[in-house]
């Protein structure tokens, strides 16, 4: 069974920053695409940033892109999303989230985390 557990979120003033830390365990080798995601309330659940765990390669939301940066640490099995410059607008639950397709663009992904908040104050 797949677990993901998300951290780091809280309450934090506008241009500040913040790295979420998403902890993964058990089965998770034939796992291809790990990602970030986000709800704000009232809004529809919003794709941040994704990573091919093969190759590493990045895909960002353009109200990120710059500002936000995904990482993944295969020894401890973390995938970490840092933010900088933060804005109220990043105000979410983010959500941390696996799947085993080729491709990572097909949604929704498979296995998710329970989430975190994020708060940004203007």
């Known amino acids: 069974q797949v677990q993901l557990v998300e951290s780091g979120g809280g309450s934090v003033q506008a241009g500040g920053s913040l790295t979420l830390s998403c902890t993964t365990s058990?089965?998770?080798?034939?796992?291809?695409?790990m990602g970030w995601f986000r709800k704000a309330s009232g809004n529809v659940r919003e794709r941040v940033a994704t990573?091919?765990?093969?190759?590493?390669?990045?895909h960002y939301a353009d109200s990120v892109k710059g500002r936000f940066a995904i990482s993944q640490d295969n020894a401890k099995n973390t995938l970490y999303l840092h933010m900088n410059s933060l804005k109220p607008e990043d105000t979410a639950m983010y959500y941390c989230?696996?799947?085993?397709?080729?491709?990572?663009?097909?949604?929704?992904?498979?296995?998710w985390g329970q989430g975190t908040q994020v708060t940004v104050s203007s």
């Open positions: 989230a696996m799947d085993q397709r080729l491709l990572c663009i097909y949604e929704p992904f498979s296995f």
């Open positions: 990573i091919y765990v093969g190759d590493g390669s990045t």
């Open positions: 058990g089965y998770i080798a034939n796992m291809r695409c």
